[in-house]
């Protein structure tokens, strides 16, 4: 199930997200808090860790743009790496460890490791369970469609990602799309909630009822 959110309220002042600013300042406008308490995010002399996974392909060049733009803002971030590829399959418990201890991380594109899938993986994981998509056009700069403005939520971790199928018997395989109340609501309400706290004025829901 997916969630659109468009049309934000313009007595809003800034528009979009929290900036890193605000974040740092422990002001980020996003309301809706987690059901399970978590560890406290680690800082080192005044400057916090993040997990940074390069990954492979466009991945590691993606992330040295993003260290050197970081460095030339001043931006207090040290970035923790830990590097994941098919020859390093043990290397997702490290990620996982550190993503759970430094609360955040950015990766680049991370290969398929045997028959699993490490993108999955850590959803599944860290119960990452809401993916965000904010497309918006931005004034004074060319694009297709001025004037976008919409937020994207998808299920992140149940329905086809829940990655439940065999091979019942040979060439035939059965996939098992799992969904239950719980992560159905909580995903649900997380949706309403920023937008609400956004002071959006429309949601769209978007499913395959009709198919699925």
């Given at each position: 199930m997916?969630?659109?959110?468009?049309?934000?309220?313009?007595?809003?002042?800034?528009?979009?997200?929290?900036?890193?600013?605000?974040?740092?300042?422990?002001?980020?406008?996003?309301?809706a808090r987690p059901e399970k308490s978590i560890l406290p995010i680690p800082t080192y002399g005044g400057r916090h860790i993040v997990t940074m996974l390069p990954g492979i392909g466009?991945?590691?060049?993606?992330?040295?743009?993003?260290?050197?733009v970081f460095k030339a803002a001043y931006v207090p971030i040290d970035f923790e790496i830990i590097d994941i590829n098919i020859e390093?399959?043990?290397?997702?418990?490290f990620a996982l460890s550190s993503m759970i201890r430094n609360g955040v991380g950015i990766k680049g594109h991370i290969p398929q490791l045997a028959d699993t899938s490490a993108?999955?993986?850590?959803?599944?994981?860290?119960?990452?369970?809401?993916?965000?998509v904010h497309c918006k056009s931005y004034p004074n700069i060319r694009c297709r469609v001025p004037g976008l403005d919409i937020v994207v939520f998808r299920q992140n971790t149940?329905?086809?990602?829940?990655?439940?199928?065999?091979?019942?018997?040979?060439?035939?395989?059965?996939?098992l799309k799992i969904i239950t109340r719980e992560n159905t609501e909580r995903f649900a309400r997380w949706a309403f909630?920023?937008?609400?706290?956004?002071?959006?004025?429309?949601?769209?829901?978007?499913?395959k009822a009709n198919i699925m």
């Open positions: 997916n969630a659109v959110f468009s049309n934000l309220c313009s007595s809003r002042g800034r528009r979009g997200f929290a900036t890193a600013a605000d974040i740092f300042a422990g002001q980020t406008r996003i309301k466009s991945g590691p060049k993606m992330m040295e743009y993003v260290t050197d390093k399959e043990d290397q997702i418990k993108n999955v993986t850590l959803r599944s994981h860290l119960d990452l369970y809401v993916y965000l149940e329905g086809e990602y829940a990655m439940l199928e065999h091979e019942s018997k040979p060439g035939i395989v059965e996939s909630e920023f937008a609400m706290n956004e002071c959006r004025k429309k949601v769209t829901v978007v499913h």
